[in-house]
Nanobody, 123 residues
Framework: QVQLVESGGGLVQTGDSLKLSCAASGRTFSSLAMAWFRQAPGKDREFVARVNWIGSTVYVDSVKGRFTISRDNDKNTVYLQMNSLKPEDTAVYYC?????????????????WGQGTQVTVSS
């Protein structure tokens, strides 16, 4: 089992930055692929970014150049640095983890989920 706890969400204005954190416990963190998803009201949960166990990253096109996912294996934590935020980034952001070696951007590829943290970007 893996427990994930997100933090760092909040209310910001357009153009601001925010850094989300996700602390993991219960399994060797360095062996996990980690990802961030988000879900806006009335919409499906969508993939945002992923970092695997060797640090390779994948991003959804809408956040490329603005968001950066990173991990600190010593702290068992994954981060999402979000810059140049837009109102359309408003959503609940979820941290997810998987021990699978298959790269995935779909919800079904992740077995462990955090409770989510709200990010609201005002215009």
């Amino acid at each position: 089992q893996v427990q994930l706890v997100e933090s760092g969400g909040g209310l910001v204005q357009t153009g601001d930055s925010l850094k989300l954190s996700c602390a993991a416990s219960g399994r060797t963190f360095s062996s996990l692929a980690m990802a961030w998803f988000r879900q806006a009201p009335g919409k499906d949960r969508e993939f945002v970014a992923r970092v695997n166990w060797i640090g390779s990253t994948v991003y959804v096109d809408s956040v490329k150049g603005r968001f950066t996912i990173s991990r600190d294996n010593d702290k068992n934590t994954v981060y999402l640095q979000m810059n140049s935020l837009k109102p359309e980034d408003t959503a609940v952001y979820y941290c997810a983890a998987t021990a699978s070696r298959v790269s995935s951007t779909g919800r079904q590829g992740y077995h462990y989920w955090g409770q989510g943290t709200q990010v609201t970007v005002s215009s």
